[in-house]
């Protein structure tokens, strides 16, 4: 089986798509969900590359690309300062912790 460009693309994009969502699924710190998060995005933003690509309209897909590229560093720029917050007031970053947050 020959393997061709949109092939590669595919299984490179699944791949990232798996280990964003195992790690949303997995991990209990903080921060590596919003790597986790990071990684599920680039997987996203690599199908929507290949869509444009291949519907012959490159130039819409890069625009997708870039819109989400903007909102998810919005995303880990928020997710990071909330982390550090969160850290400030618990004390640590596990996700087990924060029903401490409640008065």
């Known amino acids: ?15 990232l798509l798996g280990i964003g969502f195992y790690g949303l699924l997995i991990v209990r710190n903080l921060i590596k969900v919003v790597v986790a998060l990071q990684v599920l995005a680039k997987g996203a933003m690599l199908a929507l590359v290949l869509a444009g690509e291949l519907a012959g309209q490159i130039y819409i897909g890069d625009s997708m690309a870039i819109t989400l590229i903007v909102a ?16 400030r007031h618990i004390g640590s970053l596990d996700i087990g912790h924060l029903s401490k947050l409640r008065r």
């Open 72 to 87: 998810d560093t919005i995303v880990a720029v928020i997710g990071l300062a909330l982390a550090v917050q969160v850290r």
């Open 1 to 15: 089986m020959q393997w061709s460009f949109p092939m590669i693309v595919i299984v490179v994009v699944l791949g």
